[in-house]
């Protein structure tokens, strides 16, 4: 590389992200970029001129090593959508003149379906007018739903932590006995694909029966017979554990949690603000049977839990890191790495770049062949899938007892 790289991220965090980070890192420093610029808030703060020298607070092997052990986004995250290129020429403009003011070669966008979407129009923008700057999109997301890659970095992590919060949680609620029984709800992430609820399933082995039933948002929702069926296991069982999606609907469309409250915040690409669904159920259930009910919704666990992260996962996150700057690099742009399955067996998976037109603001979902008993379980595929993604630990860095991790001043996120 002769000039600089700039790095964002975007979207929701995940414990793999500043993984990805420190590969854009590492892997430009390699190549010989100058400098490694990093835009706080994503290409929101970079329209501000937000961003810093990277190298300002990555100073060492052991900066990166703490980089990729730290959850959430280093940079600062945000969830903003460009407009079309036809509808503001302008937004462009401003953020073409900043790229030239500040020498980029490379600018890698660490996100999701929407954050491809930047990627997207930033590309199609450059090739508009003739400019030389190269896009190149790094996958990130505990949900999973990108298309053209066997599976996102951050799931894995995601997967693990679910999977064990889940077994944690169903010999806890074996503890106690009471005269209805016990009904537990847990609430997973992951919008409208349910790869995170699925991944309940990693709790059943010879020590544990699993969740009970699982629910994905690929399946129409019925209240009645989910009744129905908690009410046939507590005749049987006196604790059931339920693993919900926070997206599953009612055949109407709407969302489970939308009937329990109002949900009104929206954000930039139309997402509705999903939770509450546990809640809403657990309290139908005490309503209209009688037993105890504890609602738990993972939420920001689920993706913040480095201290169980998968090594699989954050040393794959590191690779595309590394494999954006290489594109990049060797010419390409208007592209997104993906992960390529070469084997389960043992687990192998190579990187590649797939054209993003064909992955920006698309869900990838659940197969439906992967979902099994009546829509209330997940299959021993979708097992199989999952089980590498989620092995082999990286132990954080840990100070007194608690996991320290590398950050910037907090004041840096402001402007
Ligand atoms: O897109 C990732 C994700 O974690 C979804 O699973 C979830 O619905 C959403 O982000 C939550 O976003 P926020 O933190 O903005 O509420």
Redesign the pocket.
Known sequence: MKRNVIVGQS????AAINSSLAGVYRTAIDRGAKKVYGMIHGVQGLLNEHYLDLSKYIQSDLDVELLKRTPAAFLGSC?YKLPEIHENKEVYEKLFAILDKLDIEAFIYIG?N?SMDTIKKLSDYAILTGHNTRFIGCPK???N?LALTDHTPGYGS?AKYIGTSMKEIIRDSFCLEYPKGLVTIVEI???NAGW?TGAAALSKAEDCDGPDLIYLPEVTFNLDDFKDKVKKLLEKKSSVVVAVS??IRSADGKYVCEHGSNVD?V?AFG?K???GTASFLANYIAGELGAKTRAIELS?L??AGSHLASRVDILEAYQVGGAAVKAADEGDSGQMVVLQRISDDPYQCQTAVKNVHKIANDEKCVPKNWICKNGTYVSDDFVNYVTPLIQGDLSPVMVDGIPRHLCIPKELYKK
């Open positions: 979207g929701g965090p995940t969830r999701g929407d997301t505990i949900d739903d995601a992430m992951g919008r995170l926070e997206g915040f954000d997402h603000q999903l939770s920001t689920q993706r």
